[in-house]
T-cell receptor, first 115, second 114 residues
Framework: KAGVTQTPRYLIKTRGQQVTLSCSPISGHRSVSWYQQTPGQGLQFLFEYFSETQRNKGNFPGRFSGRQFSNSRSEMNVSTLELGDSALYLC??????????????FGEGSRLTVL | AQSVTQPDIHITVSEGASLELRCNYSYGATPYLFWYVQSPGQGLQLLLKYFSGDTLVQGIKGFEAEFKRSQSSFNLRKPSVHWSDAAEYFCAVSADGGYQKVTFGIGTKLQVIP
């Protein structure tokens, strides 16, 4: 069974540009969460989607947005990039129904560098 | 709001020695608690979880953790560390077994020396 797939794995952008990251969850998982990981900050929750609806949102500025498609694939977008947006962006999927065990299944992340 | 504190940012242990990683949580009701491990260049993998019942839970790779409500703690232990255990470990809490957002601690980086 394929795991969570994130693309691209690495990317370099410059300040002011925008970026779109993609996440394909495990087949059958309908919940997708996004986290930002930086040294010293750990994992910061960005948002979570379920059935194309944003269920939860973290404390990030409006430059960070996301969406989920009918096939559960999700994208997140960061506009007007700042140097501080350099981070590893992790996507995690899970069941959110009777099969839910509470476990999040993580992808390997997209490492964004902003110059 | 729920929160997780991992007081040790970096721990070094000798191979074969015992290990205990500390985790304290803040949440009003009974929390759902998790430990995840992240190897370099990879995503996070679940080691173990506690929802209810026996307060000592067993996980993968020989790890165990004990839930102590009176101390608001969920410490991770392993009796004998292997070099392959070198990684970063994250404690996490959720209000409702994953139906609410999962909040992670800052992580503890484990170094294993021969």
């Amino acid at each position: 069974k394929a795991g969570v797939t994130q693309t691209p794995r690495y990317l370099i952008k410059t300040r002011g540009q925008q970026v779109t990251l993609s996440c394909s969850p495990i087949s059958g998982h309908r919940s997708v969460s996004w986290y930002q990981q930086t040294p010293g900050q750990g994992l910061q929750f960005l948002f979570e989607y379920f059935s194309e609806t944003q269920r939860n949102k973290g404390n990030f500025p409006g430059r960070f947005s996301g969406r989920q498609f009918s096939n559960s694939r999700s994208e997140m977008n960061v506009s007007t990039l700042e140097l501080g947006d350099s981070a590893l962006y992790l996507c995690a999927s899970s069941f959110l129904d009777s099969r839910n065990t509470g476990e999040l299944f993580f992808g390997e992340g997209s490492r964004l560098t902003v110059l | 709001a729920q929160s997780v504190t991992q007081p040790d940012i970096h721990i070094t242990v000798s191979e074969g020695a015992s290990l205990e990683l500390r985790c304290n949580y803040s949440y009003g009701a009974t929390p759902y608690l998790f430990w995840y491990v992240q190897s370099p260049g990879q995503g996070l993998q679940l080691l173990l979880k506690y929802f209810s019942g026996d307060t000592l839970v067993q996980g993968i790779k020989g790890f165990e953790a004990e839930f102590k409500r009176s101390q608001s703690s969920f410490n991770l232990r392993k009796p004998s560390v292997h070099w392959s255990d070198a990684a970063e470990y994250f404690c996490a809490v959720s209000a409702d077994g994953g139906y609410q957002k999962v909040t992670f601690g800052i992580g503890t980086k484990l170094q294993v020396i021969p």
